[in-house]
């Protein structure tokens, strides 16, 4: 064991403030890494103030993290000290499920070990998250960031770019295909930016007009307005795929209806029930699908990082001194940023 230290909440109604903790010994298996970077996702304001009913405190959020190796226990032989590298989600699985034998370990039969608030499968203690100076993980759940990339950038992509990716990679989508991006915060504007780099035409769906010239700054082809009733008439039966990000619920019905027949329209931003009602005459009628889909295995984790290097993708950020995130997580329920919060792990030692 050996003392860290970050930022955790200790109750739902408690301001995340400065905690120092224990850490594990490396395991056989494990990477010891030096955090660096951490994004800030709106997750890790739903579970610091128990939104989802399954918090576990004291919580110490982060699931975006990158940072330096500075050990690696005695059966490690893919990381070395000095490596950078990248920690997302999930930091285990059961590992023997048909699931995680198929490089889909977010599925995992027996539930993953996310990388905070969830007991660990070896000594049932809670995993403590990224808004720290360091973490150690099992090899297997380490990635490899690619030299091309800015760091801090990077460490969005590990949620917010797997999570957009994983699904357009999955539904095949391909050169000429038509994709409607829902929504352009820290996921939208991610999407937008995979389905352009996978030669689709891109448009963003957004309530707001404003956010048209932005929208294209991002690599969107056309943008219509969902609140403009002609608008949305216009686009019907036009679209292979919908990537809906909106993290709140609303009326899928006249996005449905902007698919073609086969259409897919996948959720990526909503886990609550969906309302109001869905009318299935939106999918029976032109045999049009409804998914969802959750961030990406591992190796398709890498997959993303290598491919965000190739086509010269990186997330937006805004750079946050750690001891202002009570402030940006309120700037974030806000919709005040664009579109990534990322901590520099330096000001935790300020």
Not at 239 to 247: Q, R, S
Request: charged fraction near 20%; aromatic fraction near 6%; proline fraction near 4%.
């Amino acid at each position: 064991m050996y003392t860290a230290i970050g930022y955790a909440a200790q109750s739902a109604t408690a301001p995340l403030a400065p905690m120092t903790f224990e850490r594990r010994s490396p395991r056989p298996d494990d990477v010891a890494i030096e955090i660096l970077y951490c994004g800030v996702c709106h997750s890790d304001i739903h579970q610091a103030r128990n939104e989802w009913g399954i918090a576990v405190y004291p919580l110490m959020p982060g699931h975006e993290i990158v940072g330096k190796v500075t050990a690696v226990g005695s059966n490690v032989n893919k990381y070395k000290a000095g490596d950078l590298v990248g920690v997302g989600c999930m930091v285990d699985s059961c590992r023997q499920c048909e699931a995680c034998k198929t490089d889909l370990e977010q599925y995992c039969l027996e539930g993953p070990t996310m990388t905070y608030a969830t007991p660990d499968r070896v000594d049932g203690s809670n995993t403590m998250g990224g808004y720290s100076n360091s973490i150690v993980v099992s090899e297997h759940f380490v990635v490899r960031i690619p030299e091309k990339l800015d760091l801090a950038a990077a460490a969005p992509v590990l949620c917010a770019g797997i999570t957009t990716y994983s699904p357009l990679k999955h539904y095949g989508v391909k050169a000429g295909d038509k994709v409607g991006i829902l929504g352009m915060g820290g996921l939208g504007h991610m999407g937008i930016k995979f389905a352009k780099a996978m030669g689709a035409e891109v448009t963003l769906f957004t309530r707001s007009a404003s956010k048209a010239e932005e929208a294209r700054r991002q690599g969107a082809d056309h943008v219509v307005v969902s609140t403009d009733a002609e608008q949305m008439a216009a686009a019907a039966g036009r679209f292979d795929f919908l990537l809906d990000t909106i993290p709140v619920q609303h009326d899928l019905n006249p996005y449905l209806e902007t698919l073609r027949f086969d259409g897919v329209h996948i959720l990526v931003g909503l886990i609550e029930p969906v309302d109001p009602a869905l009318h299935a005459a939106n999918l029976v009628m032109k045999r049009r699908v409804l998914a969802g889909s959750l961030i990406g295995g591992i190796a398709e984790t890498q997959e993303v990082l290598d491919f965000c290097a190739e086509h010269n993708i990186t997330c937006d950020i805004e750079m946050l001194d750690i001891r202002n995130i009570n402030e940006a997580y309120t700037r974030m329920i806000a919709g005040d940023v664009k579109y990534r919060f990322v901590i520099d792990m330096a000001t935790l030692q300020a």
